[in-house]
């Protein structure tokens, strides 16, 4: 099968075209490389199954360049990922995001796409309903707090709609935490590569609040499985891809330490504003539609994530 990927040189893209790869199937990723890599490609790439694309989904050619591509599927993970970069600059965000979207969206309709895939955030989606009902499922209101939880449940809204219109088959995967390996350790988001990398540079640890904050971590490598599963099913869903387990930050960092053989208590710092409390994701309904399960437990994931980062 012909796939073609938006942000596949990315965190989460390129082990979805690693597995898309190893599956034998021929995938043209399109990105930009603002913060994304070529070098995370190069496994990939060295199979002759790969084709890169630098293009910026805000132009208006990364349409003709997907309708030329022609390819059967289109996952779409390209995007401004940063939630505080969206607050800062929430027009460059929503012009990558909304925008952007639309113009792959385009693309996809003139290539004669049978089915659209979207990464959003589970994270943002769903704002901060009661915890009582964690772990939460789908069906939450759509609440997002951010202008990056906005733009995302806008492309979602925008694939929802465009899909039925042109006759495109269409899933969003809304996913939680995910970390793993070629996670970029040097953003704001993404604690564990920000922990992996202190720990193993011998640096302290920074734990803002007072680390008792939960967050839904699922490992990279099943985000991938969830997309590849979502080619040939699930279509017209929105679907959560998470662990639906809560695991405080203040866990995550001991998990790591002793992994590490690190690394005394972390530093404190005050709480960031705007930080959602708690957070996990029920993902049975992924489980019913694509017959997804996380695979991987948070202390091989990040025994996992460890090596990758020592590795270096
Ligand atoms: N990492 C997470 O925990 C998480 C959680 C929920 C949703 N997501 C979503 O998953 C997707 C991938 O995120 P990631 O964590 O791999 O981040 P990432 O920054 O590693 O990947 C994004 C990719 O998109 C590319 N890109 C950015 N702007 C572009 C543009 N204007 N034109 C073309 N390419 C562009 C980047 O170069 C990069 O390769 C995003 O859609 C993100 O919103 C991530």
């Not at 599956?23 to 930009?32: A, I, K, Q, S, Y």
């Not at 995370?40 to 790439?45: E, I, K, Q, R, Y």
């Not at 012009?95 to 996809?108: F, K």
Request: aromatic residues 4%.
């Amino acid at each position: 099968m012909s796939v073609l990927v938006t942000g596949g040189a990315g965190f989460i893209g390129s082990a979805l075209v690693d597995l898309l790869v190893a599956g034998g199937h021929e995938v043209v990723v399109v990105d930009d490389l603002s913060t994304g890599s070529e070098a995370n490609l190069a496994g990939a790439m060295a199979t002759g199954l790969v084709r890169l694309e630098v293009c910026d989904i805000r132009r208006p050619e990364v349409s003709d360049l997907i309708a030329e591509a022609s390819p059967e599927v289109v996952m779409h993970l390209a995007a401004q990922a940063d939630v505080q970069a969206s607050i800062d600059d929430p027009v460059n965000d929503a012009e990558v995001n909304v925008i952007g979207t639309i113009r792959v969206l385009d693309g996809a309709r003139r290539a004669g796409t049978r089915k659209v895939v979207l990464a959003t955030s589970g994270g943002t989606l769903y704002g901060a309903p009661d915890p009582s009902r964690l772990p939460y499922t789908e069906a939450e209101p759509h609440a997002p707090m951010s202008p990056y939880g906005l733009s995302k449940k806008a492309a979602g809204d925008y694939l929802a709609a465009y899909g039925p219109l042109h006759g495109i088959a269409h899933t969003t995967l809304a996913l939680a935490n995910v970390y793993g390996p070629r996670q970029d350790p040097h953003g704001e988001a993404g604690v564990v590569a920000i922990f992996a990398r202190s720990l193993l540079e011998g640096e302290p640890c920074t734990v803002y609040g007072d680390g008792n904050q939960t967050r839904d971590f699922v490992h990279v490598a099943d985000v991938a499985r969830a997309f590849v599963a979502a080619m040939d099913a699930a279509d017209g869903l929105l679907l959560n891809i998470g662990t639906g387990i809560e695991t405080t930050v203040n866990d995550l960092y001991s998990a790591m330490a002793s992994a590490a053989d690190g690394a005394a208590e972390p530093q404190r710092a005050q709480e960031r504003p705007g930080e959602v409390r708690r957070s996990a994701l029920d993902a049975s309904a992924a489980a019913a539609a694509l017959g997804w399960e996380p695979s991987l437990g948070l202390a091989d994931g990040v025994a996992d994530t460890l090596a990758w980062f020592d590795r270096g």
